[in-house]
Every structure is written in structure tokens, then in C-alpha cells.
């Protein structure tokens, strides 16, 4: 299993933590190097060389709780939950394009 993730160096303050703990894990996390005004705002994953999830969800807590329940019973309230879009797609072509993309991005544009 290759698990790579690249994280957005403009939310550091919160991703600095998961940094350390997946380096630290075996799991190599890399910063993204934005070109000027530009953001890493978007969010994929490819499995098994045919599944690609991407959307506008972080993959938080918040975002992906959605309506159900915690570990401790209790639900999160409506406040809190992110109203997110995501998909889950399964090509091969579609994976391999993306895999592409996040490969070109670790070599070139991660520090």
C-alpha cells in the first residue's frame, strides 16, 4: 500500500500536528508550494487504481460527521456540521488522471 498526503501549507496551524503524527507513522506528508494566491482547496484520494473520491469536503470532523452519531452517543449539532459535496467515482481513467496529477504535484510542487 502506497499512502502519500499532501498537506496545505495555509492551513499549517491546524495541519502541523498531522504532519508530524503521519511522518512520524511511516506516512511521508508533504507541504504544498503554491504559486501566488493560490490555495491547495481541493481534496482526493485514489484507491486501487479505479476509485476516486474528490470534493469540497475537509476531511474533518465536522465535514464528514454529518448527521450521525459521535463515539460518545451524541449527535453534533446543526451548527456545526459543513454543508460539503462530494463524489466517489469508479474509472480507471479517471483514477489514473488523478493519480497523475498527484504524482506531478509531490515532485513539483511539495516541500
Do not use: C, Y
Request: charged letters at 30%; zero cysteines.
Amino acid at each position: 500500500m502506497d499512502v502519500r498526503v499532501i498537506l496545505d501549507p495555509s492551513e499549517a496551524r491546524v495541519n502541523d500536528k498531522a504532519h508530524q503524527r503521519l511522518n512520524s507513522s511511516g506516512v511521508p506528508a508533504r507541504w504544498f508550494v503554491p504559486d501566488r494566491w493560490q490555495l491547495l482547496h481541493a481534496k482526493w484520494s485514489v484507491t486501487d487504481t479505479q476509485h476516486t473520491d474528490i470534493g469540497s469536503a475537509n476531511w474533518t470532523f465536522q465535514a464528514l460527521d454529518g448527521a450521525g452519531e459521535r463515539a460518545d452517543g451524541s449527535r453534533p449539532s446543526r451548527a456545526r456540521r459543513n454543508h460539503e459535496a462530494s463524489v466517489h467515482v469508479k474509472n480507471e481513467q479517471v483514477a489514473s488522471r488523478f493519480e497523475q496529477q498527484f504524482l506531478d504535484d509531490w515532485q513539483n510542487r511539495t516541500r
